[in-house]
């Protein structure tokens, strides 16, 4: 009732009016304290999770439709799903609704802060025992890097800021892990492979080929791509295509794309 009322409220004042904007801390902790700090049911592609009610924002209720519509379709109860890039949970939260109690999501994610929701998310949601958070970056390499990051913003990146977010950004020292390594030291044979981590997937690629060419073509990979800030990380359309060549994978748009290594956007790394 309470959010029918905001809503209604706001579309007709105006979401980004002043007035609302600064209305709107005190609407979510009202939200937080009537639900006991049990988080608010919010519904993500028709599946109703419970969430913090300060990242509806990030939780859109129609996230990423077309491709949550193809994991629905394949993924299947039991898989193993890592998330690399996994914010405060947007597709954790989906991938283990999906594999359900037999299956295990992954998530890696570097930013304190994100990873700090996201856990929140994960005990707000009981699904404690088939998900896992890991407090690194993955990229081609072991090591360390700097995390740009802006509070919990998805745009938080390696190698420079974003520069929707330079303004605010902090500078982090995080883990840099391979999937290839974890793989090996947790003797895992994932299902599924989600990477979104701003212009750093090539890279994250680069460091998984025996994870990728070690299963044959069980393993299914979708990929953000973001090939205007490629440069950043050291890679070039040139190196992307041939790191897929070698992996014999192909690009296949999931978002409408008309060029997937040339356009933003998810995309379905096909074997070959």
Avoid at 3 to 23: D, H, S, Y
Avoid at 83 to 110: C, M, R, S
Avoid at 158 to 170: C, E, M, T
Avoid at 202 to 228: D, F, Q
Wanted: glycine residues 8%.
């Amino acid at each position: 009732m309470l959010q029918t009322v905001a809503r209604k409220t706001a579309g007709i004042i105006g979401r980004e009016t002043w007035l609302i904007r600064q209305m709107r801390p005190f609407y979510e902790a009202l939200l937080n304290l009537t639900n006991h700090g049990r988080g608010i049911p919010w519904t993500i592609n028709g599946v109703e999770f419970r969430i913090d009610p300060r990242q509806r924002h990030r939780l859109g209720h129609d996230y990423d439709t077309l491709v949550a519509a193809f994991l629905r379709k394949h993924v299947k109860p039991g898989d193993i799903c890592l998330d690399v890039g996994a914010n405060v949970g947007v597709y954790v939260l989906q991938f283990a609704h999906w594999v359900g109690p037999t299956g295990k999501a992954i998530a890696f994610e570097p930013n304190p802060l994100a990873r700090s929701i996201l856990q929140k998310h994960i005990e707000l949601n009981g699904i404690n025992e088939q998900t896992q958070v890991v407090p690194a970056a993955v990229g081609a390499a072991a090591g360390e890097a700097v995390l740009y990051a802006a509070d919990a913003d998805g745009m938080s990146r390696l190698g420079s800021p974003n520069q929707a977010i330079a303004d605010r950004v902090s500078k982090i020292t995080v883990p840099v892990i391979t999937l290839d390594k974890f793989c090996e030291e947790e003797s895992l044979k994932p299902d599924w492979l989600f990477i979104d981590i701003e212009g750093f997937e090539i890279a994250a690629l680069a460091g998984a080929r025996e994870l990728i060419t070690g299963h044959g073509k069980s393993l299914g990979i979708i990929v953000e791509m973001h090939p205007n800030v490629w440069d950043t990380a050291d890679t070039t359309r040139a190196k992307a295509e041939a790191l897929l060549a070698e992996l014999r994978l192909r690009a296949i748009p999931l978002m409408g794309q008309t060029d997937p290594l040339g356009d933003y956007g998810l995309v379905y790394l096909a074997h070959q």
